[in-house]
């Protein structure tokens, strides 16, 4: 069995991405309604984030609600923002015991009231924390932030204050939500599904991706090191020829 020890603690992902899926399919496979998965999902990431501190994780990103679930039930979306709340409560001295900094991307403002209000309140709480950075990917959509990030550069292009020949990939990533996160070096996707779903487009260019058919509830420990050994057993190349790793 694969233990943190297998790992080579020289070769880590810097920044590690989670699309958390299943919890649906977890729910319906169990004979109950699909916010049972989603409690039991919670129960995951509590696990998956502390996992990811004793590995040595920097930055991990959590893809945990996205701006197209907003079309889901009422009573699935009421349910996810109270698992939301009651979680950043409960979680709070977890983050301080492991020296973890709260960050969140996305159109928060989108959340409600009381979502909004316990996020901002364990960011800042926790802002002087300096171990791993956890981030919740909430009401986020990547066409989104490009877009958003392509409006604040033409009206900086039209004020005259960035000309439209020095905009470049620095500019660009100044702009998006993510300017203080590095570039994804893992992304991981469980449920066997394969593909983005519109998370982090222009962040996962180099990305590793990684994809497993453990439904979100299910994922452990065991199965992120599998993840993270399958990743330092790849070539990395951006680009470049193998011989010009050398």
Known sequence: MNTIESLDKTKLPTHLAIIMDGNGRWAKQHGKMRVFGHENGVKTVRDTV???????????????????????PKFEIDTLMRLLVSSLKKELVTFMDNNIRLNTIGNIASLPKKANKELLEVIEKTSKNTGMTLTLALSYGAREELKIAVQEI?????????????????????????????????????????????????????????????????????????????????????????????
């Open 50 to 72: 502390e996992s990811c501190v004793k590995i040595g994780i920097s930055y991990l990103t959590l893809y945990t609600f996205s701006t197209e679930n907003w079309k889901r």
């Open 154 to 246: 033409s009206i900086k292009v039209k004020n005259n204050i960035i000309s439209a020949e020095n905009i470049d990939e620095t500019i660009i990533n100044n702009h998006l939500y993510t300017h203080d996160l590095p570039d994804v070096d893992l992304l991981i996707r469980t449920s066997g599904e394969h593909r983005i779903s519109n998370f982090l487009l222009w962040q996962i260019a180099y990305a590793e991706l990684y994809f497993t058919n453990v439904l979100w509830p299910d994922f452990n420990e065991q199965h992120l090191v599998e993840a993270i050994l399958n990743y330092q057993n790849r070539e990395r190349r951006f680009g470049k020829t193998s011989e010009q790793l050398i």
